[in-house]
């Protein structure tokens, strides 16, 4: 697997697990707004999590979860000689720095993302 297809399939994977995270959010506030969720039993819970959908998008994060870890292991570990595998490799680590874990880092690696597209393009 090239450097490029690892990027993008990692990326391509990442940009689906947060769709499904945001759908597990959306249906999880909808069960919890509902009158007298909290007083349900363990068991009326998961059922109502299971007929809303909420359970199949929790195994589905389960499994983007894990493939994401086994991509992270294919991560190239020789030297790049390639501008846009550098380029591709921040564009990772930029989406693994969230910003509310450190603002810094994470906008270090976003100014060195954009700054290198920009001189890519221009070249």
Known sequence: MSIQSWH?????LDDQHNRYL???CELNGRLERQPGWFALSD???????HASGLS???????????????????????????FDAVLANLRVAERLSPPEENAVV????????????VIRRAS
């Open 56 to 82: 199949e998008v929790e195994a589905l994060l389960r499994i983007l979860h894990r493939r994401l870890g086994r991509s992270l292991r294919k991560i190239p570990i020789s030297p790049s000689r390639d």
């Open 8 to 12: 993008q399939n990692w990326l391509a």
């Open 106 to 117: 994470h906008g270090i690696l976003r100014r060195a993302v954009r700054d290198l597209d």
């Open 22 to 24: 945001e759908a597990w």
């Open 43 to 49: 068991a009326e819970k998961d059922a109502a999590q």
